[in-house]
């Protein structure tokens, strides 16, 4: 893992520069323990708006792995892309960070996992929740059962604005990418299962359009869900596209010994928050690859699982009983 340039920091490739790739290379400026080393993408002009001072930017993953100068490799490009990535370059022997959800679907992930599990390299999957101060210290106190019984979890994610038709009609739906991280997050912070779950969402304009910036079809702008654990809990989750107080994270916990509420995204707090939790997310993959240790982050087992909950969640949408026909 030493560089020719005496630099010992963990060498990790980006694959993908677009926005999500962007924000990673900024999350990871000034880490000590991690270095961006190359990016691959296949859009010139995306490369252009990556592009920094001594770091080569390649068109294919290929060329990337190829140049070598790599410990790990980061997968930051579209989910649909996510399952050839991921299986080229565990193929090349190389350990992989993958942003969520690792896939569309639970099929895509389970292709992930069995080509991290036959070239015998860890994949993590990226749920930064796992890496934000507040959530692992409410994690701490629910395992320690300082609140006693668990019997809800509310967790809610609303976004100031949605993100471009082109980004949203190739996302999967608003399960698949946004709540995703609700579904992982309520596993990790609890240690339960889901067993039952149940849809609302808010319908679609009169011309069929879900919203000015979302695409026509069924993808809601707004949807909930509410499930049962089998620990005997229950949990909500809240899912909005248009909060136009600004982005905004939280959950709220309550059980028969006491509760808590951690507000870890504010509205107006922009990306900091997120930002240190990439950073820390990265550095904990680079330790699990470099020690051999497992690290704190999502397992493709745990993707799996989210992206399946996801998926029942939008096949309520879909079902004939939901739509009223």
Request: hydrophobic share 45%; proline share 6%; glycine share 12%.
């Given at each position: 893992m030493t560089a020719g340039d005496g630099d010992r920091r963990f060498r990790l490739g980006l694959a993908g520069a677009g926005r999500m790739g962007r924000t990673h290379l900024a999350a990871l400026a000034g880490s000590r323990q991690v270095r961006v080393t190359g990016l691959a993408d296949p859009d010139p002009a995306t490369r252009a708006a990556a592009a920094r001072p001594g770091l080569p930017g390649f068109a294919t993953v290929a060329e990337l792995v190829a140049a070598g100068n790599l410990d790990g490799v980061l997968v930051a490009a579209p989910t649909s892309a996510h399952s050839p990535i991921v299986t080229e370059i565990a193929a090349a022997g190389l350990p992989v960070l993958c942003?969520?959800?690792?896939?569309?679907?639970?099929?895509?992930?389970?292709?992930?996992?069995?080509?991290?599990?036959?070239?015998?390299?860890?994949?993590?999957?990226?749920?930064?929740?796992?890496?934000?101060?507040?959530?692992?210290?409410?994690?701490?106190?629910?395992?320690?059962?300082?609140?006693?019984?668990?019997?809800?979890?509310?967790?809610?994610?609303?976004?100031?604005?949605?993100?471009?038709?082109?980004?949203?009609?190739?996302?999967?739906?608003?399960?698949?990418?946004?709540?995703?991280?609700?579904?992982?997050?309520?596993?990790?912070?609890?240690?339960?299962?889901?067993?039952?779950?149940?849809?609302?969402?808010?319908?679609?304009?009169?011309?069929?359009?879900?919203?000015?910036?979302?695409?026509?079809?069924?993808?809601?702008?707004?949807?909930?869900?509410v499930a049962e654990l089998d620990g005997g809990g229950t949990a909500m989750i809240s899912l909005g596209r248009w909060h136009p107080a600004g982005d905004t994270c939280r959950v709220e916990v309550f059980g028969t010994a006491g509760t808590a509420s951690v507000l870890f995204l504010p509205p107006g707090a922009g990306d900091g928050p997120f930002r240190a939790a990439l950073r820390r997310q990265a550095e904990d993959f680079a330790r699990a690859v470099t020690t051999g240790a497992p690290g704190q982050g999502a397992s493709a087992a745990d993707a799996v699982i989210a992206l399946n909950l996801a998926g029942q969640a939008a096949a309520q949408l879909t079902a004939p009983a939901y739509r009223g026909s």
């Open positions: 942003e969520k959800p690792c896939g569309l679907d639970t099929a895509q992930a389970q292709v992930c996992a069995a080509a991290a599990a036959r070239a015998g390299v860890l994949l993590q999957v990226a749920y930064w929740r796992r890496f934000v101060p507040e959530l692992a210290a409410l994690r701490q106190r629910i395992r320690a059962g300082e609140l006693g019984r668990v019997l809800a979890v509310n967790c809610y994610q609303w976004d100031e604005a949605p993100p471009g038709a082109g980004f949203r009609g190739a996302s999967g739906g608003i399960f698949a990418d946004m709540g995703v991280h609700e579904f992982d997050q309520v596993r990790w912070l609890t240690g339960q299962e889901f067993c039952a779950l149940r849809v609302a969402a808010a319908r679609p304009d009169a011309d069929g359009a879900a919203g000015e910036a979302g695409p026509v079809g069924t993808d809601p702008d707004c949807g909930q869900v």
